[in-house]
């Protein structure tokens, strides 16, 4: 069974747009702010259609990291973070550990992950019209900021419609973005042009990036939060640092 959608009143959207303006207000004059103050109007998408070629075609999303599966963890730290959490795969949804809505592509063929963003956006169209943008995050990248959605949100320096992606040091991560569900139809057709890369149809319009530094651990060493398990031994990597992170008070 998949989680229940929620849905917000006109009145309740005005309140929670206003509360989070003031708090966005709030953060640009160093005071505390509101997390999560735009998840009201975010769908969170948890990218676990890839193909682990490099994992000797081990299902990336069932992988097991510190006692959970990739897929657990990626949904329990984005969820938070949005009002609605959907998850884009093409396995039979009762082989994945989740509750929640699985999508396939609409695009045959593999499209990669512009094809999942696709359909989440036309999924997000129909059923939670209040959602402005869908923020994507790769099931394979567990360490991710547990304050993504705010950041990519306030990160926002361009025109409007504006995509924004994620960033640490000097390497971009196109799957984790923030997508403005009103850009649904473009996406679409630059699919059907035979066209798959993501920075490509992210460059298309106007965009800016979020750039994100990670926790410190032993002291003096950062921790990438998009370090992504690509292969095996990427794996024992990763917990050792899921057990540095649990060591800290707060690995955000």
Not at 66 to 81: A, D, N
Not at 124 to 148: G, Y
Request: aromatic content about 6%.
């Amino acid at each position: 069974m998949s989680d229940t959608v929620i849905h917000f009143s006109t009145q309740e959207l005005a309140e929670l747009d206003k509360t989070a303006m003031e708090a966005s207000e709030a953060g640009f004059y160093g005071k505390p702010v509101l997390a999560n103050r735009w998840a009201h109007r975010t769908v969170g998408l948890v990218l676990a259609g890839g193909r682990s070629s490099r994992m000797g075609g081990e299902d990336k999303a069932s992988l097991t990291l510190e006692g959970q599966s990739l897929l657990k963890r990626v949904e329990e730290r984005l969820k938070p973070q949005v009002a609605n959490l959907i998850i884009s795969s093409n396995a039979d949804p009762v082989t994945l550990d989740s509750n929640a809505l699985v999508l396939a592509d609409e695009i045959e063929g593999y499209a990669g992950p512009l094809a999942g963003l696709l359909a989440g956006m036309r999924w997000a169209q129909k059923n939670v019209p209040q959602a402005f943008w869908m923020t994507s995050a790769a099931v394979d990248t567990p360490f991710f900021p547990q304050d993504l959605v705010d950041r990519l949100v306030m990160s926002q320096g361009a025109p409007q419609p504006c995509i924004v992606l994620a960033q640490s040091g000097d390497r971009r991560h196109p799957v984790f973005g923030l997508w403005p569900v009103m850009l649904a139809d473009s996406l679409e057709a630059f699919l059907k042009d035979g066209n798959h890369k993501v920075g490509m149809w992210a460059d298309s319009h106007s965009n800016s990036r979020a750039i994100f530094g990670g926790p410190i651990v032993d002291g003096d060493i950062e921790i990438d939060p998009f370090f992504n398990i690509n292969e095996p031994d990427d794996l024992e990597v990763a917990r050792v640092i899921a057990q540095e992170l649990d060591k800290l008070p707060n690995d955000n």
